[in-house]
């Protein structure tokens, strides 16, 4: 096994690091390159990338209300990193304006289509 030291002049992080990363999930990279200065921003975007924002164990809070975790036992809530309730709101207006975006996606594809297939003037 091939130690990152090993193939560069590299600063392997501690745990000690992803902690203070997963601890502080708002900050920017700037912020934490302030706390660590061993590592650069670069570096601590592409480390924050590589281990998440948050902390595996904990569930993040709603992206919408910032108050209650996020729903992970239904499909689309954990994909919208949506709570329960904002959940439920997001379906119902998804089933109230499904015509609006479905006339609104056949418009676009026809004019792709439209584009496409356009008689040149030559």
Known sequence: ??????????????????????????????????????????AIRMHRSRIGRYRPTATPLCQRCGEHPVWTAARDGSRWGLCRQCTLDEREWRVRHRGEHERRDNAIRQAKWKRKHRRSNG
Not at 18 to 42: F, G, M, N, Y
């Open 1 to 42: 096994m091939i130690f990152l030291a090993e193939r560069g002049n590299w600063n392997i992080w501690t745990s000690h690091e992803d902690d203070l990363i997963w601890s502080h999930p708002d900050w920017t990279a700037r912020e934490l390159a302030d706390v660590l200065p061993r590592h650069t921003v670069p």
